[in-house]
């Protein structure tokens, strides 16, 4: 830690174990220029400890069994009075916490980590959370935050036309990708209120491989288990548009359709769904056409892989994660509406008054249904795109991009591997081959969890079985790193076939 007045953590804090509360001073908070001069010998002593932390590693997760991690937690916490003790032991114990942290975090950015969609992160984008928290905006009324309730209209505003949304396209960053579909079906269900309330039968469409998220938010919206019809997929895993075609077509007299829900990069394959098809049926039938880009909604960014999202322009929303492909700290996900009027006015006494809104003072609360105090997030996506531009974005997915075409190749021309989807974004999806694959797929995973030597992903494809993914989103990964982690994963398979 920083000597005595540089320090983020007053002189009058207790030594460790004395019973003396902290004093607080008006300096000691974080949206002050003294705060946010400690700030920095604070967080630079916080990086050297997380980076201690992390030098203690041998790869993306601890070489523990979670039983065995979470007792290691218990003894290290208990071993300093617990996890809230009633007397402060000051910055020594946040330093110890935060070296355990990076400890026992997963490592995002060691290339053996290939599971999930959630990327390392750029250092601009950390770097401002740590600001953005000290001065603690919100946008949900113009007084809690004006530069971001600004900020966030700009960053709206230059999705919205990368998208190729008309003028009257509105947005809002929200908590993740689930509660984006979320908000979108609650704006769709809304659009066909008259004709729910009269007894219609509410229908959402979407690919038998669309994210759970979307058949979730239809549960918690009220519309019922059987309102989410799946629409089965094509070989590379696309929504069969002829088959929605004869969906749509055979709905019954009482039935309404409420949104058709086009995925723009699934989860596991990538794929994208026909969105030129989906929004002409949309048009035809009178519903709404939502587009879940949560994941591959970052292909704009790129010249080489923006095709992919033709048709996206004609949606009436789209969710879009940048926590994912765009190498944000989560949260970072934006819901567009092409219309902005989907967005309901809604005033409320305490906060945005409509005689403060008519003098200008309004805030974005009305742009969300899911929440009032909302975070300054698109602060650190607008220093994103100020820092790389769309173009820097753009090589970071094509970096991927490539990586995920080379593990391709790779497992197609490995005899022991079997190649299920290749690389439409970032994703590759195979199996080891062997007897009872599924069995042995999730062994040999576990295996790899177990040693903390690589995480690979996991899925299972309807009528096939147990399946291994890699999710490539690390930009700095090479192809030797690929190398690697197909490398133990054919090891792991080998071990577990003589083990079995
Ligand atoms: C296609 C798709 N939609 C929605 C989500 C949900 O996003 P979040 O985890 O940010 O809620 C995901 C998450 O992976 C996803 O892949």
Redesign the pocket.
């Known amino acids: 830690m920083p000597a005595s007045g540089a320090s983020a953590v007053p002189e009058s804090t207790p030594a460790a174990g004395s019973t003396v509360p902290l004093a607080i001073d008006a300096d000691d908070l974080a949206g002050t220029p003294a705060g946010l001069a400690r700030l920095a010998p604070l967080t630079a002593a916080l990086a050297t400890a997380a980076a201690a932390g992390l030098r203690d590693r041998t790869g993306p997760l601890p070489a523990r069994t979670p039983a065995e991690f979470a007792e290691q937690v218990r003894a290290e916490l208990a071993a300093g009075g617990g996890v809230l003790p009633d007397a402060g032991r000051g910055a020594a114990a946040v330093v110890d916490l935060i070296r355990r942290y990076a400890t026992g975090a997963v490592d995002l950015a060691d290339p053996g980590a290939a599971a999930?969609?959630q990327p390392p992160t750029l250092g601009v984008p950390a770097a401002v959370e740590a600001i953005v928290a000290a001065l603690n905006a919100s946008v949900d009324t113009w007084d809690s935050g004006p530069y971001a309730v600004e900020i966030e209209r700009h960053v709206v505003r230059a999705l919205a036309d990368r998208l190729g949304l008309p003028g009257t396209a509105d947005g809002v960053f929200t908590?993740?990708?689930?509660?984006?579909?979320l908000h979108a079906l609650l704006i769709a269900r809304g659009a066909v209120a008259d004709r729910l309330a009269a007894g219609a039968r509410p229908v959402v469409f979407c690919s038998a491989v669309?994210?759970f998220?979307v058949s979730r938010a239809c549960a918690v919206l009220g519309l019922g288990a059987d309102a989410v019809h799946t629409v089965p997929v094509d070989a590379r895993y696309r929504l069969r548009d002829d088959l929605l075609a004869g969906a749509l077509a055979g709905l019954a007299a009482d039935e309404v359709p409420v949104a058709i829900v086009a995925?723009a990069?699934?989860?596991d394959f990538g794929s994208i769904d026909p969105l030129p098809a989906c929004a002409e049926l949309a048009r035809r039938y009178g519903c709404r056409l939502h587009v879940?880009a949560?994941?591959g909604g970052g292909a704009v960014f790129s010249a080489r892989l923006r095709g992919l999202l033709a048709g996206i322009a004609a949606a009436d929303s789209v969710?879009l994660?940048l926590?994912?492909l765009g190498w944000q700290p989560?949260?970072a996900?934006v819901l567009l509406v092409a219309d902005g009027a989907d967005f309901a006015p809604h005033r409320v006494d305490y906060l945005n008054p409509a005689d403060d809104g008519a003098a200008g003072y309004d805030g974005l609360l009305d742009r969300s249904a899911l929440a009032t105090t909302r975070r300054a997030d698109a602060v650190k996506v607008a220093a994103t795109f100020l820092a790389l531009g769309a173009d820097g974005l753009g090589a970071l997915l094509d970096r991927c991009h490539h990586l995920a075409r080379y593990a391709q190749r790779r497992i197609e021309a490995e005899p022991r591997l079997e190649l299920a989807a290749g690389a439409t974004l970032t994703t590759v999806v195979f199996r080891h081959r062997g007897p009872d694959p599924d069995a042995l797929n999730g062994r040999l995973r576990r295996r790899l969890l177990r040693t903390g030597a690589a995480l690979v992903g996991r899925t299972t494809i309807a009528g096939r079985g147990v399946h291994l993914k890699l999710t490539l989103l690390n930009p700095a990964a090479r192809t030797v790193d690929v190398d690697d982690l197909v490398d133990a994963v054919l090891a792991a398979g080998d071990q577990e076939r003589e083990a079995a």
Request: glycine letters at 12%.
């Open positions: 999930h969609l908590s993740g990708g689930t509660a984006s579909n669309a994210h998220s995925t990069g699934t989860t879940d949560a994941y969710t994660d926590h994912k989560a949260p996900s």
